[in-house]
């Protein structure tokens, strides 16, 4: 099984002007993500806005934080899952479970010999 990223983004503001009834909708629909991956998922977390950002960067040996995100974006990054999965198609079908305000974006992770 290869493993795959799921990044969550969504409109700044969408959440917090969602009436009750549409962020009920999507805890839903995220719980039964979690059902139907089950063991296949790895890991997942909601994150904090991008005001609580930190970017670090290394320039000429020293080590520069700069408060708030890399770069400026249109979506703001809210969250990812980890999965395992047998391909693409399989990871697509279970993101057609997630809340259909989100744009999601998948990833491949790449093994690198010597690290576990």
């Known amino acids: 099984m290869k493993k795959y990223l799921i990044l969550i983004a969504y409109e700044p503001g969408a959440w917090g002007s969602a009436p009750p009834e549409v962020q009920e909708q999507a805890h839903r629909e995220h719980l039964e993500f979690h059902r139907v991956v089950g063991p296949n998922l790895l890991s997942g977390e909601a994150l904090s806005g991008p005001e609580t950002a930190t970017t670090v ?34 990871v697509v079908g279970w993101c057609e479970l997630l809340p259909v305000f989100y744009s999601l974006e998948v990833r491949p992770c790449v093994q690198i010999d010597g690290f576990d």
């Open 57 to 90: 960067r290394r320039d000429e040996g020293r080590t520069v934080l700069t408060d708030g995100p890399f770069a400026e974006a249109a979506e703001h990054l809210g969250g990812f899952y980890l999965v395992q999965a047998d391909d693409l198609d399989q």
